[in-house]
């Protein structure tokens, strides 16, 4: 559903229902503080898909359900705006930087790094990843015991900085970059949301933290300024992108899209690798069934490519069954700056919307039973997540998290090695482990202790991953008509590998169709593209 058009009869709907035990001057505040799932789960029950409730002196709109996210997600920019919700990063990537610039200038921000997510170098980064992860495990004996979130904080900042920063960054500055990051990761703070710039020692850290990141950033530039090869990453593509005026990236803008391009590599990955294994762990028989699938495809020494990550759903399935029980966002948020409608009602502008993954996951007319762990929601003959806006671990609409393909590789490149090499136990009681609701990325509680132990040596043969294609049995003169879903679309590319005759990058770099109305010999291709598509913008009718 659609949000109402702006009009006289749009402003007669009434006022979101209200939370009861607001408090003066906090409001919803301490409730709401000591777990936000089960403040928003709450307000669900008591007042349905929409319900109003304060932060501090700021009124919130809470949106949930498929129908709510579509209004969500799917609302204009200058009725929903995105970059008024998220000052809180401001002083983590800068003034003037993403969500801190004009709208015109954020867009052709976000626009430079594109490229970097696109299908030619997401088809380089499943070996770095597999290299990253062969180094952390290389001192691993027969048995042991890790904190798993450790773990996988390292190892998702190795792995994103290794394919989306640079070498500098990976090897270089190592350590010195590792407690940078920690210091700013932790200034996303939920106080932040309302008082950002409070004289907190954890704000002051993230402060200077972003000031000597600058510094960092300033050094490499001019250092690669003197060098004839040049690298291919994310940093080298700022250094060299330029606005639609001619003008370059400042050293302060470069350095806050890196921050925005780790964040988006490994913020939320770590939580999401570390509760994939813990849910493994503590169910058997989902294990097994990811373990044969990868045996089968993959034997014991059979290569980790960016085609063969595509075939393993029972992996994928399970990684999204984590993804709907433990979103790491749990709570997006846009102001409204022209009212907003929704089913009539209206919420004045002012004010705060927002949805929750979390709360809209568990809704059982969607998703049954919505407590129970079961990856098999998503196989071809339930596909429980099909109505649109119902599952949206990554987001939605033209604002979907640009990063998810790589998230999803990066997180089905991890378990492809430890997982045929390792098996995983819960070294506490199941129960014990819990989501820790105080971060603004929700992750396990610290400490999370998992036991491995090597598997046995793996003798199956390796089977290739190959596509089915259907029979055409004369039908070749028959034709399919494809549309693009501009709202959708955010230029990723994959499609273009998948059906080169049929996709194309205009000089602006917005995607293009070659055919509206290709043949049906084309439809397998057209399919792939359709299928890989990381925003799902590509909508394919067989006449």
Request: proline fraction near 6%; glycine fraction near 6%.
């Amino acid at each position: 559903m659609l949000p109402t058009p702006i009009g006289k009869n749009a402003a007669l709907g009434k006022e979101p229902p209200k939370m009861p035990g607001t408090l003066p001057l906090l409001g919803n505040m301490l409730e709401f503080g000591k777990n936000p799932f089960a403040y928003m789960m709450k307000l669900r029950r008591t007042l349905g898909e929409i319900g109003e409730f304060r932060m501090f002196h700021q009124k919130m709109v809470l949106l949930t359900g498929p129908e709510a996210n579509a209004a969500f997600f799917r609302a204009p920019d200058n009725q929903l705006d995105q970059s008024q919700a998220y000052k809180i990063m401001t002083p983590i990537f800068g003034k003037g930087v993403v969500f801190d610039a004009p709208p015109h200038k954020k867009d052709q921000q976000l626009k430079m790094l594109m490229p970097v997510l696109r299908d030619k170098p997401m088809r380089g980064y499943a070996q770095v990843i597999v290299q990253e992860v062969e180094h952390m495990t290389a001192t691993w004996g027969e048995t042991g015991e890790i904190d798993l979130l450790a773990f996988m904080k390292e190892l998702t900042i190795y792995t994103s900085s290794h394919c989306l920063l640079g070498k500098e960054f990976r090897y270089e500055l190592n350590e010195e970059f590792a407690h940078i990051y920690h210091d700013l990761e932790k200034g996303v703070n939920p106080l932040a949301f309302v008082f950002p710039y409070l004289p907190l020692p954890v704000f002051r850290r993230r402060d200077r933290a972003r000031v000597r990141l600058q510094e960092l950033v300033t050094g490499i530039i001019a250092k690669r300024a003197q060098q004839t090869e040049k690298s291919e990453d994310a940093f080298q593509m700022l250094i060299e992108a330029r606005y639609d005026d001619g003008s370059p990236l400042s050293a302060h803008e470069i350095t806050g899209m890196l921050i925005g391009t780790l964040f988006a590599g490994h913020h939320t990955t770590a939580g999401t690798a570390a509760w994939t294994l813990l849910e493994l762990a503590r169910r058997p028989d989902a294990l097994r069934a990811v373990l044969a699938e990868l045996d089968t495809h993959f034997g014991a020494d059979g290569e980790v490519t960016f085609q063969s990550l595509r075939a393993i759903p029972a992996l994928e399935n399970v990684i999204k069954e984590v993804l709907r029980l433990h979103p790491p966002l749990i709570f997006l948020i846009r102001k409204v700056v022209q009212d907003f409608h929704f089913k009539g009602y209206t919420v004045k502008a002012g004010k705060y919307v927002c949805t929750s993954p979390r709360v809209s996951h568990r809704i059982a007319d969607v998703f049954p039973d919505p407590e129970h762990f079961d990856p098999d929601r998503y196989t071809e003959n339930r596909q429980e997540d099909a109505k649109p806006f119902s599952w949206i671990a990554f987001g939605g609409g033209k604002h979907k998290c640009s990063g998810n393909a790589f998230a999803l590789l990066q997180l089905k490149a991890i378990f492809c090695i430890l997982l045929r090499r390792y098996t995983f136990e819960l070294v506490n009681e199941q129960d014990s482990y819990q989501d820790d609701f105080t971060q603004m990325v929700v992750q396990p509680a610290s400490p999370c202790r998992i036991r491995y132990i090597k598997r046995q040596a793996i003798d199956k043969p390796v089977t290739q991953a190959t596509e089915s294609h259907p029979v055409q049995d004369g039908t070749e003169e028959r034709h399919f008509h494809i549309t693009i879903d501009r709202e959708l679309c955010q230029g990723h590319a994959t499609c273009m590998a998948e059906a080169p005759e049929l996709f194309h990058l205009d000089e602006a770099g917005n995607l293009a169709l070659l055919q509206e109305t290709p043949s049906v010999a084309l439809l397998t291709k057209a399919r792939q593209a359709e299928k890989y598509c990381p925003t799902q913008a590509i909508n394919i009718e067989i006449h």
